[in-house]
């Protein structure tokens, strides 16, 4: 059980919506509060909204059923991990098809490519259906424009070893992956990737990532992890393809207490 407070106000989140919206992970079945713990931490925050993460099968829901507010089960996500090694060729069968166009080019991408990466993630997660869409107090509008955000931050803060790969034909801009990487244990973890959906099926994902894998290896990196949607079955095929192993999941819960006096629905 927590010794202290687990749950922390989300500033993006709560800017984007706004409302007082907090979050809370939980890595382990041990580390599950108590209902009257829980609800202390929410009140005391005057939360709107609480989201909550905790592994799969720990029975979170249990405790969130003794709190006096609204709950709803909102995603279950699971990631892949895959170990790299240097020089890895493991990925070739992807990246070095015949039928791969020979003007596609995976680069890291720049601050003149904002724009295309903005259109991107725009068109591509219009359709896509994230742990904020199952809660009917966030507008579909303000959700889309914040994988917008988060697209650009990744690509404009390089500083804190956020990267972006690019790939390009000689047109335009035809998808991205965003990825946070740590030099000093030598792990990546891919944060947001999108193909413009014009150009979907036609291998533009499975070449972007193995040849992103591949570059990655080359920086050092030992290994790579992944997350997604349980749903969301297309991109997992492709990671099982290349490698990549589910290695962990987590439910996603949010508490819909509405504390906050300052709150206005509009």
């Given amino acids: 059980m927590p010794k202290s407070a687990f749950l922390r106000l989300s500033l993006p989140d709560s800017s984007r919506f706004n409302l007082n919206i907090v ?13 009257a713990e829980l609800e202390q931490q929410i009140r005391a925050l005057e939360a709107d909204i609480a989201i909550l993460r905790a592994p799969a099968g720990s029975h979170l829901h249990k405790v969130l059923s003794d ?45 003149e490519d904002m724009g295309h990466i ?10 896509y259906r994230s ?13 889309l424009e914040g994988y ?14 956020r990267l972006t790969f ?9 998808a991205f992956l965003t990825c946070r ?10 944060i947001l990737n999108a193909v413009h959906p014009s150009v979907s099926g036609r291998g533009i994902y499975s070449y972007l990532f193995a040849e992103s894998l591949r570059s990655l290896a080359r920086l050092g990196m030992e290994h790579v992890e992944i997350s997604t949607q349980v749903w969301n079955y297309a991109v997992q095929k492709v990671w099982a393809r290349q490698g990549l192993n589910l290695n962990r999941a987590y ?11 300052k709150c206005e629905l509009t």
């Fill in 23 to 35: 979050r809370g992970r939980m890595e382990t079945r041990m580390e599950l509060p108590d209902a």
């Fill in 131 to 143: 742990h904020y869409h199952a809660n009917p107090l966030l507008q579909p509008r303000l959700i």
């Fill in 148 to 161: 917008a955000e988060w697209a650009i931050e990744y690509l404009s803060d390089r500083a804190n070893n």
């Fill in 251 to 261: 439910d996603t819960y949010h508490v819909n207490a509405m504390l906050s006096r």
């Fill in 166 to 174: 690019a790939l390009k034909d000689q047109q335009r801009l035809l």
């Fill in 181 to 190: 990487i740590d030099p000093e244990i030598k792990t990546c973890e891919v």
């Fill in 118 to 127: 903005t259109d991107v993630a725009r068109s591509s997660f219009s359709a």
């Fill in 67 to 111: 709190l006096p507010w609204p709950t709803l089960h909102a995603d279950t996500l699971v990631y892949y991990k895959k170990q790299l090694m240097p020089g890895d060729q493991s990925d070739r069968s992807q990246s070095d098809r015949s039928d791969v166009p020979t003007d596609w080019r995976v680069s890291l991408a720049q601050i």
